[in-house]
């Protein structure tokens, strides 16, 4: 295989590649949690409990819609059903709104108690407090860079749909966008129970 | 360059459907790509020996000399990041890994021009924006090439944008992994089977997989100097329950895969040249892609080696002690491949030749001062001192930077049509080779007498070791001046150079000199192994 027609599973193996280096970015902050929590169990127990359970749980149903709709338009598009397709990357593009708002929500509560990074209170506090929130904010906040690219990624695909450049012949930028998507979803499985669920 | 002079070469160089500067920055043509990368990887090169000349010069004697403490301690740190993420680790692969690698295996281009292009920009911009730290907010950043916190946290000197231009090299290095990665799983010349690679393509197959794997750590930990510095994130502070030393765990996990990133592309050239100028195949084929490889692999494992002395637990020691000496074995084993192939050779002394030979002393004089600092023991005593920075410069300048050369030599004729003058070359690769040992062996000795790394000032005694090491950067920028000179002015003034007058028999010197844009007017078909040069049907 040398060029000329498209290579479309080589498209897919390079964006394998980088998402592999997507989750190791991620895995460095995660071996930074392991350690740490290692050595502040106690800590990260407490400063799990007072996150918000709800605010935490909703987001992780509105990821998962969105995933399902993130694969389900891939679906359409190889059907041919241009018009479901744009629906379906509507609503992902929707549930990635309203992630970042729940979000938005969470992150001005916890303002609101003075608990973010150097905040007087957290100095005041035992030191593995303010690590577990200096990692929540890190974690969360590269977390939401990545839900924010990926939801200029999906609306620029629905362009293209939109004006028949991705179709149900030539479609694998939305293959790999969809991936991507799934990639942001999947590390938010991780942070969910790691930092909300803990102990 | 001059418009005329390109023009007259042919090949890709003419071929354009834009014009002017245009018809580069926004060329998707891997070789284009490529030669942009060689002029700025070349460029911060002479940028960084004039930095390292300046510090060398500072030493020449004890107390002040040329340059106050603080600039001394920008200087180093400059020179660090300037030599290792603009010029050593994009060096091989981006410059010649562009320029040859889809005409090794038989292809048009890389599977993604088009990243291939983002990847050039991305470099370009976070050049720009390092650059820019050194001459804006508090002034460039004092804290040396590794960043290491809290100094690096607290420093009121301009390390964060430095620190974020190296992420977005990083990136940029990313990128061209996951391309030659995808290149050489895709595509392949019919009859182009693994086993058939050109040594220095595999080479960069193993480098892109490091490149893959490691380079999102350093962006991370990065990432976490900077929020440190801007949000008082407290990860690395103890003060607020953090551990410093983590911080060096992190950095190392990329930056001792990062010095594979570094010269396994150089070996990867060594290995072409060897059997061409010895005018036999390659000695244990097999061994030598697949030690790439295992390098790549055992490689990620050894970063502790670095934190002997910062604390961790004697079994930590001796597991990375244990673990440094397995990555010793697949080296070795290339040289003894190298040399077993010129065994009975008919060698020819040529440029690319000479420097690959140097290459292989170099390398392995720095592979065996590893050794010492790769046992614990041993390196307790020479850790931080001198000759450290002389086991590297052995390894990267003496291994890497002596393969860009010889690269340089054996390749950019054939990419220019024009070809340098060997009588300059030889001269400035003999100065070459002695100031550099003259200077870094040097530096090896001062540091097994003590003499710390990093520092502005020293003692007396020392003194005599430190103008015999001045001297010898003296010596080697001269070597560098006319070897640069030289190569510039033959490429673009010198003999015609045509045919195949190295007699390799991979796929690039089949083709056109210089190549066309579409590297192949027909698709070829592979029908040999690399280095069988009499099936090649090549004079
Ligand atoms: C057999 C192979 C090698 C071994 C056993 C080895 C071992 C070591 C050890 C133990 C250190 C840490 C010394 C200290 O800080 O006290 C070190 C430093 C270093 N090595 Fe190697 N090394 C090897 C090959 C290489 C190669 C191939 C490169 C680069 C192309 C390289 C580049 C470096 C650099 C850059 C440092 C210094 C980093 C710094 O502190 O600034 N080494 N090496
Ligand atoms: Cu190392």
Known sequence: ?199 | MSQDTAMAQGGFWRDTRRSGIGSWIFSTDHKRIGMMYLYCVLSFFLVGVVLGFLIRLELIAPGPTIVTAQTYNALFTVHGVVMIFLFIIPGIPASFGNLVLPIQLGARDVAFPRVNLLSWWLYAIGAVIVLVSLFTGGGAPDTGWTFYVPFSARTSTNVSLAVFGVFVLGFSSILTGINFITTIHRMRAPGMTWTRIPLFTWSLYATAWVQVLATPIIAITLLLVVTERILGLGLFDPNRGGDPVMYQHMFWIYSHPAVYIMILPGMGVISDIIPVFSRKPIFGYKMIAFSSLAIAAAGSAVWGHHMYTSGMSDLGVLVFSFLTFIVAIPSAIKVFNWVSTMYKGSISLEAPMLFALSFILLFSIGGLSGLILGAAATDIHVHDTHFVVGHFRYVMFGGTGFAFFAAAHYWLPKYYGRRYKEKPAIVGWILMFVGFNVMYFTMQVLGMEGMPRRYYDYLPEFTRLNVVATVGSWILVAGIVIVVWNLWRGLFRGEPFTGNPWGGATLEWSIATPPPTENFDEDPVVTHGPYEFKGAGIP
């Not at chain 1, 740490?36 to 400063?47: C, M, V």
């Not at chain 1, 409990?49 to 891939?74: P, R, Y």
């Not at chain 1, 059903?81 to 309203?98: E, V």
């Open chain 1, 1 to 199: 295989m040398s060029h000329a027609e498209k290579d479309s599973f080589g498209a897919k193996l390079g964006m394998w590649l980088f998402l592999f280096t997507e989750m190791l970015l991620f895995g460095g902050v995660f071996i930074l949690y392991s350690v740490y929590l290692t050595r502040y169990p106690k800590e990260f127990g407490l400063g799990g409990h007072q996150l918000d359970l709800v605010f935490g749980a909703t987001n992780t149903v509105v990821l998962l819609t969105s995933s399902l709709f993130a694969a389900m338009s891939v679906t359409a598009i190889k059907r041919g059903a241009k018009q479901l397709t744009l629906g379906l990357l509507s609503g992902t593009i929707g549930c990635a709104l309203i992630f970042l708002f729940i979000k938005y929500l969470e992150w001005s509560a916890k303002f609101h108690h003075g608990i973010y990074p150097n905040s007087p209170k957290l100095i005041a506090g035992p030191p593995g407090e303010s690590i577990f929130f200096s990692l929540y904010y890190l974690t969360t906040g590269l977390h939401g860079i990545h839900v924010i690219i990926g939801g200029i990624l999906m609306t620029w695909t629905a362009v293209m749909v939109q004006k028949g450049m991705l179709n149900s012949a030539d479609n694998v930028t939305l293959e790999n966008v969809t991936l991507y998507w799934h990639l942001v979803d999947l590390v938010w499985i991780f942070i969910f129970p790691l930092y909300y669920l803990i102990l």
